[in-house]
């Protein structure tokens, strides 16, 4: 199984409200990230999690939150969001430390936010 | 900074034909990810390239990398309808480790 699930698929929220996008995985993967992809662009990554602490923020603003609870989920806290952050937010894991590269990167479905 | 430029970035190609996609980048890499997206859909991983000179092939599709070149292709043999998509070609940057970055994307579309 080389599912990633993201929940909810559709969210759609205004500017002063507070929202989770939620990731999980059943892979025994310690790497998971959270990636945002604009319409027609390629996607960009905005963190890493290495087994369960954050290796790299792509200097995110910090209107986005992410949370490891264990090694399986991944949640990303939405606050005061603007609509230049409608955008796809794909989450995804791999086998092994992030330090550790050459794992297949699996993708979850994602979740499309707009924010008005 | 880092570079990952792809060509061309749309592609129209009638079934059967054979066709490569070019994926350059700017730093040192040996390891470089192909996906594919349909429209609406995430990411599905095609290859993972790992050294200099491999090459893979699935179905209609082979990629190959050269890494002293820093080029990789994703080379399309004898196209059909299903296979068109938006092909990415992804490039992790050792020093940070699992970090990817994207090429623009190729759409392709094959016309029957």
């Known amino acids: 199984d080389t599912e990633v699930t993201q929940t909810p698929k559709h969210l759609v929220m205004g500017m002063t409200n507070k929202k989770s996008l939620k990731c999980e995985q059943h892979?025994?993967?310690?790497?998971m990230y959270w990636y945002k992809q604009k319409a027609k662009k390629p996607p960009e990554l905005m963190f890493v999690y290495s087994y369960e602490k954050l290796s790299i923020n792509e200097s995110v603003p910090s209107r986005f939150s992410p949370e490891c609870p264990n090694s399986s989920l991944l949640n990303l806290h939405l606050h005061a969001l603007q609509p230049e952050d409608s955008a796809l937010y794909l989450c995804?894991?791999?086998?092994?430390?992030?330090?550790?590269?050459?794992?297949?990167?699996?993708f979850g479905e994602g979740s499309w936010l707009t924010v008005v | 900074e880092l570079k990952v430029e792809q060509n061309p970035l749309f592609l129209s190609m009638q079934e059967g034909k054979n066709y490569t996609i070019y994926c350059n980048y700017s730093t040192t890499s040996d390891r470089l990810y192909w996906y594919r997206q349909d429209p609406g859909k995430s990411l599905e991983s095609l290859f993972v390239l790992l050294s200099n000179g491999a090459v893979k092939q699935e179905g209609r599709l082979m990629a190959s990398l050269d890494t002293k070149a820093r080029l990789s292709t994703l080379h399309i043999t004898a196209a059909v309808h299903d296979l068109s998509a938006t092909y990415f070609c992804?490039?992790?940057?050792?020093?940070?480790?699992?970090?990817?970055?994207f090429g623009a994307g190729t759409i392709l579309r094959v016309k029957s």
């Open positions: 995804a894991s791999s086998q092994g430390d992030a330090g550790f590269s050459g794992n297949t990167i699996y």
């Open positions: 892979m025994g993967h310690r790497a």
């Open positions: 992804a490039v992790d940057i050792r020093e940070y480790g699992n970090k990817l970055v």
